[in-house]
């Protein structure tokens, strides 16, 4: 039987809007929010759309005018009531009222400021220019905009049964790198982290319920507030390479900059306990980051690795906490970069005797689509939208791996000198 | 949006039917019943189901009631209007009106007569007695019920998202067989034999969706009425076993039994001209077949090979082409016995230079759900409905592979003598 009355309204349409609320953003987003909206909320920032896969001419690709509804749709948004019930109500990490009232009322407020989109070399330049609590919550909305223009760019004249066929055979891979999983036993614990790279919001959350289904109570749930408050699952993140850089920018001597990484961690001590007290060391360096670290950083609960060699990163941190006095075997290790289930199952085997393992699985989870169209046209690539300045200064990020370091080169010089960077192995970014 | 009136319509039915049409059988089964209806309407046949494979005890999977109350519904059914009209104004095979009036007039008439139902050592005896242009008719349906009702008991279980990656799987499977099939080149010939053992309805359906996207007109049809009048393709079939193991039943003497198979297609060659004249040489022994067969017949557009190694089966239809003075490129050769892509692919690229190759595909396209489930609860089995007697005396069938025949043991030993049956190879019979 045909809705027709569905189908009317559907026609009704002038996009087909891919970000749909504001809430359709990552968790840890919301928190550095709040952490910046207290903390440093008059700092001007700008964010910068970064394609580092130039072989993927998204301007080629993506209708600048379809691009512009889309972001315009995005502006549009605002918090509905279900979505500030949900963050005023709910419990994440086993604590209530983690966002305070006076940052709620701030977000239900909130409408995302402009955007500035030009088109060069095949690429487009997107920034957001604003106070940063504002202009910081584009970036995912903008990531997730792009990836799925992309994948209707790349699957718009496939017929309606070859479109079948793809979602079948990406459903299929997925289930079986679930399968996989499961076979890793009842200690894995795993999270969904690819909203930003995801193919679509739909595939996304179809993900999220296969690995619902897939791994029980060992998903520990998603990134991606929406789907976290649809299948009533945990909102998952703690913090993210945004602060440091930020808080780098705005020293204004060495001596501070030198200071700047331990002072969000300040900042964010104050404000959060338990497994929201995650470091990620890398900003500018893990070896430097462990040995100038206070001891106070040492009773926090985990160490998130995001680039560089994982096992390497796991046993400084290891080396670290017992250097500390620190008992590794009551903490947690995250590894979050570039994870897909071989190497998921190499670091739990080597690890989860030793500390609590978690893994933060991104692209390879929500867009894992290579080799399924000719010419690999739906293989996942290297977008991100970072923070480039703040109150006019350049940000950098070194990281554990120097394909992944941006800002200017004398910026970057500067900083591996003041955090005394030594050589660092080139790794290639799949994603 | 819930379409609450589609949804309360559902809930009403009392079973979820298999079988809702008379022309969702093969259309073979059609051709042979006009045949049957003008040569040999008031024999009395008994049809029996026969489930070769014992290690599936289908009395313990599937509840009596419930196959019951299934085959109660396939005997409420009629020829719609519009199944008529199809069937009346429809060109078969380039011809009109392949139908004959009377014939029409019979089957817009017809019910499905009684059928006899029990259980016995884990399997079910069904049985269909009555006038041969009747009971003939059971053979699809039953099967069709029978293999779905298998399905349905062993997913009942399944979670819906289980479920979903079932089908994924399948699909991907079957697609992944079409891609491979059309790398064999513009020549390939194939049609969708697979009714009688198919997975589900529904199932069937897709998959021929999926080979008419796939390989257009290289896909030539389907054996299912119903399907071939909903998707607008061509119905395809021509004759089988069941005629001439009723005609050597009916026989009199061991030299009217010797003529029988000839006679079949006799009768066959009066009604019937152009791609229905395919001769099947197998029902007891191709060679002696050949061997002894006029000359008239060597005039047939081709021949069917439906067990035995189909290599050698069509080498000596070929060198007997070759001996009655006929160009076997002008020939047609439809393999259609236990087909999955390695050997559609083998035999293509062994004979399509030499004679016109197509290829009747069963259970392997419409039942390949090998491996999917834990146990393989859903590999497809062999079961047949056979005509296993006629006016009071038992059917043979020898067959190209000792491993098919069927009858009693001392009628299988007089019909090798009468038909001069040497020494067969044994060959398993997968599906």
């Known amino acids: 039987m045909v809705d027709i009355a569905a189908r009317v309204y559907n026609h009704k349409w002038k996009i087909d809007p891919i970000v749909r609320s504001l809430i359709d953003t990552d968790f840890y987003k919301l928190l550095m929010c709040q952490s910046v909206f207290r903390n440093r909320?008059?700092?001007?920032?700008?964010?910068?759309?970064?394609?580092?896969?130039?072989?993927?001419?998204?301007?080629?690709?993506?209708?600048?005018?379809?691009?512009?509804?889309?972001?315009?749709?995005?502006?549009?948004?605002?918090?509905?009531?279900?979505?500030?019930?949900?963050?005023?109500?709910?419990?994440?990490?086993?604590?209530?009222q983690m966002f305070r009232p006076d940052f709620m009322e701030f977000l239900e407020g909130l409408r995302l400021p402009a955007y500035h989109l030009e088109k060069r070399d095949g690429q487009y330049e997107l920034t957001f220019e604003g106070p940063w609590p504002q202009v910081m919550l584009w970036?995912?909305?903008?990531?997730?905009v792009l990836m799925e223009l992309r994948s209707r760019a790349v699957t718009k004249d496939m017929g309606r049964f070859e479109l079948q066929i793809l979602y079948a055979r990406a459903m299929t891979r997925l289930w079986e790198k679930v399968e996989a999983l499961r076979g890793l036993g009842p200690g894995l614990r795993i999270a969904d982290f690819g909203t930003r790279r995801r193919h679509?919001?739909?595939?996304?959350?179809?993900?999220?319920?296969?690995?619902?289904?897939?791994?029980?109570?060992?998903?520990?749930?998603?990134?991606?507030c929406l789907i976290a408050m649809r299948r009533d699952i945990e909102a998952i993140g703690t913090n993210a390479h945004e602060l440091p850089?930020?808080?780098?920018?705005?020293?204004?001597?060495?001596?501070?900059?030198r200071e700047a990484p331990y002072h969000v961690l300040a900042d964010w001590h104050e404000e959060h306990d338990g497994n929201l007290r995650?470091?990620?060391?890398?900003?500018?360096g893990s070896d430097g980051f462990f040995a100038n670290a206070p001891d106070w950083l040492a009773g926090w609960t985990g160490v998130r690795i995001d680039s560089g060699d994982p096992v390497a990163g796991a046993e400084t941190a290891i080396r670290w906490w017992r250097e500390r006095g620190e008992d590794p075997r009551k903490k947690l290790i995250i590894f979050s970069d570039g994870l897909d289930v071989a190497m998921i199952e190499r670091l739990y085997n080597r690890f989860h005797d030793r500390v609590k393992v978690s893994?933060?699985?991104?692209?390879?989870l929500t867009n894992d689509f290579r080799?399924?169209?000719?010419?690999?046209?739906?293989?996942p690539f290297s977008l991100v939208c970072k923070a480039v300045a703040a109150n006019g200064r350049p940000t950098v990020k070194l990281s554990d791996n120097p394909a992944?370091?941006?800002?200017?080169?004398?910026?970057?010089a500067r900083y591996k000198d003041v955090f005394a960077v030594g050589a660092q192995e080139r790794q290639a970014v799949l994603v």
């Open 359 to 364: 893994f933060g699985w991104g692209t390879l």
């Open 278 to 284: 995650i470091i990620l060391p890398d900003t500018y």
């Open 371 to 379: 080799g399924l169209v000719a010419g690999d046209g739906l293989a």
């Open 404 to 412: 992944k370091a941006t800002g200017p080169a004398d910026e970057i």
């Open 200 to 224: 679509g919001f739909l595939w996304q959350d179809w993900c999220v319920q296969a690995m619902i289904e897939g791994l029980g109570d060992r998903f520990t749930g998603t990134s991606n």
């Open 245 to 257: 850089m930020v808080y780098a920018a705005l020293a204004d001597s060495d001596a501070e900059l």
């Open 139 to 144: 970036e995912i909305p903008a990531l997730a």
């Open 41 to 96: 909320p008059e700092t001007n920032v700008t964010f910068s759309l970064i394609n580092r896969s130039k072989d993927v001419r998204l301007a080629d690709l993506i209708d600048e005018g379809e691009l512009r509804e889309q972001l315009d749709h995005v502006r549009s948004l605002s918090l509905t009531r279900g979505e500030s019930t949900w963050l005023r109500g709910n419990t994440f990490y086993g604590k209530r």
